[in-house]
């Protein structure tokens, strides 16, 4: 164990850690032990006073906790709100957009999204919308220039990653959306793998929506997605997918008149998911006081090392190898990658294996480099003992 590493006295407040090498952050943080707790208050303010929650506590809890989560993203408190999962986050936002401008006849997204952001908006775009892709060159980055020449005066949207989820390659995403504005385009980004891991500040970088998940670096659980929407351009939207919540006067139950609040509640729709609500907090609150900077140290230090093993090794690294524009994974694409990435599971070292780029691991702050260089040795074990053909079963997926 690494003993001059002061994040790892978080250690104890994750059980999992005591149970396996957690190598999977990227996927699914682990669970602060507060959650418990959490939820355990949760279950006692529905025992205890019913229906009289929504009152005291729960009709606010959304603006509570996305007010939590604004400081880790440079947002203002009452620019962000919580919904399920990306892809609902994502259909409110584009249901809510103006394209009825034709000239403007263009979206720009990139090859190496992540598939759910690209059916939602296959699904939301007006019929004279075309999606323009851009395709990654080689398998890990987006080429700037590709990039900033697809963006031009017909551009409506460039609806992008801001870490690629593949390879953690840190796009370049101040000069997308300085070249996106100068040509009177919007930008949304999906920072599901930078908030938490690298530092964001959505009021610097003036993007006009941001939306990202809890559940991987925040430690946060299932369930809560957070979509930004600069403060300015919050009356602009008209979602359509809405509902009572999203209405000024949710109790005045007024058939007639669906007047949008104007305050962030506009993007809500029906009753929210208190339970996942609570679940969300521990770790938000743990990584504000761990300090993403303090994070971003270490994550660079710990992806180095995965590198440097890797090329002791001589395994194909999928990911970018100058840390400034390498997120908090590094993909790894030994010999048999999908076959070694079963034996690893089966060997309790949590990483995952991603179609078209390898096997996946991703540090966080509470893991020992210890930890890091035995995924790595395992990996080297697994092909040199055939434990891999094992699972020679043909499949090809994820989990
Ligand atoms: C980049 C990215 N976006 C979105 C998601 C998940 O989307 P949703 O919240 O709709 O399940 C993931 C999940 O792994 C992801 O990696």
Not at 118 to 141: C, E, F, N, Q
Request: glycine content about 6%; hydrophobic content about 40%.
């Amino acid at each position: 164990m690494t003993t001059d590493d002061p994040l790892l006295k978080w250690r104890d407040e994750f059980p999992i850690l005591e149970t396996c090498h957690y190598l999977i952050s990227n996927s699914l943080g682990a669970m602060p032990r507060g959650v418990y707790d959490r939820l355990k208050h949760y279950a006692d303010t529905w025992a205890e006073q019913g229906v009289s929650a929504w009152g005291s506590a729960w009709f606010e809890l959304n603006r509570v906790v996305s007010d939590k989560i604004a400081p880790l993203m440079g947002a203002p408190a009452g620019s962000v709100i919580i919904h399920q999962n990306a892809s609902i986050a994502n259909s409110i936002l584009f249901s809510a957009l103006d394209f009825s401008d034709t000239r403007r006849n263009k979206v720009v997204i990139t090859d190496m999204d992540f598939p759910g952001d690209i059916y939602t908006l296959k699904a939301w775009l007006p019929s004279h919308i075309t999606l323009h892709m851009v395709k990654t060159r080689d398998g890990i980055t987006i080429n700037t220039e590709d990039i900033l020449n697809a963006i031009d005066e017909r551009t409506r949207l460039v609806s992008i990653s801001h870490v690629l989820f593949r390879s953690a390659y840190i796009m370049p995403v101040a000069e997308i959306i300085h070249k996106a504005h100068q040509v009177g385009a919007q930008v949304v980004l999906n920072g599901y793998h930078s908030v938490g891991v690298i530092p964001v500040d959505v009021t610097t970088l003036n993007v006009d929506f941001y939306i990202g998940g809890v559940l991987k670096w925040l430690c946060g659980g299932p369930g809560g997605v957070f979509l930004y929407v600069r403060p300015d351009l919050l009356n602009t939207l008209m979602p359509k997918v809405t509902g009572w919540f999203a209405h000024q006067q949710p109790f005045a139950f007024d058939v007639e008149n669906f007047v949008l609040r104007d305050d962030i509640y506009r993007l809500m729709n029906g009753t929210p998911g208190i339970a996942s609500l609570h679940a969300i907090q521990p770790g938000v609150e743990i990584i504000a006081q761990v300090s993403v900077d303090h994070i971003r140290q270490k994550s660079i230090r710990q992806t180095q090392l995965l590198i440097d093993l890797a090329d002791q090794y001589g395994y194909p690294v999928v990911s970018p190898r100058d840390s400034a524009v390498r997120g908090g994974t590094v993909t790894l694409n030994p010999p048999h990658s999908y076959a070694v990435s079963r034996e690893m599971l089966a060997r309790n070292i949590k990483i995952d294996y991603r179609a078209n780029a390898g096997i996946r691991i991703a540090p966080h702050f509470y893991n020992s480099d210890e930890e890091v260089h035995t995924a790595v040795t395992t990996i080297a074990d697994i092909l040199a003992d055939g434990s891999w053909r094992r699972h020679l079963d043909g499949r090809d997926f994820v989990t």
